[in-house]
């Protein structure tokens, strides 16, 4: 994972108590579209298992539907 995008997730965890939400993308974390996955083939996925999904061999070769 990218410095910058740690640097992003270790602010969001000063939040208040109580708070349950992450926002998966901090670009557009209002807003469902297409950054999630862009993050995702920048190596700045939030969720552990997304980014092993990405980097195994059988979706290394397949284009994401959702990225273009």
Known sequence: MLSKYVCILVREQNCPQGSTLNS????TSGI???NY???LQTNEGLL???QELLSASEAAHHDCPHCQ
């Open 24 to 27: 998966l993308d901090p670009t």
């Open 37 to 39: 996955f862009t993050n």
């Open 48 to 50: 552990q298992y997304d």
């Open 32 to 34: 469902f579209d297409k």
